[in-house]
């Protein structure tokens, strides 16, 4: 079955950074299109970046354009998500997700 596992979360200071990983499996990793959708506080899930399959086209929320970065690696099944310059406002649970299919989540948490 789909399995997606995000890590990396955490409490960070405003202008820092995290890299958020997320491990794939029961499914072909490669021939996907994969996204981050994130859930703020009292908010709506929001997609904030998408990768095709072969790593080189990229979408991006213009909430998070020049500060976040999406990569995959096909050969380890894993989506990540570099975080920088980071913001309250970035303060959500981060998501993986591929169609239908959703892991746990991970918090972050922006603050000083």
């Known amino acids: 079955q789909v399995q997606l596992v995000e890590s990396g979360g955490g409490l960070v200071q405003p202008g820092g950074s995290l890299r958020l990983s997320c491990a794939a499996s029961g499914f072909t990793f490669g021939s996907y299109w994969m996204y981050w959708v994130r859930q703020a506080p009292g908010k709506g899930l929001e997609c904030v970046s998408g990768?095709?399959?072969?790593?080189?086209?990229?979408y991006y929320a213009d909430s998070v354009k020049g500060r976040f970065t999406i990569s995959r690696d096909n050969a380890k099944n894993t989506l990540y998500l570099q975080m920088d310059n980071l913001k309250p406002e970035d303060t959500a649970v981060y998501y993986c997700n591929i169609g239908t299919y959703w892991g746990q989540g991970t918090q972050v948490t922006v603050s000083s």
């Open positions: 990768i095709n399959t072969g790593g080189d086209s990229t």
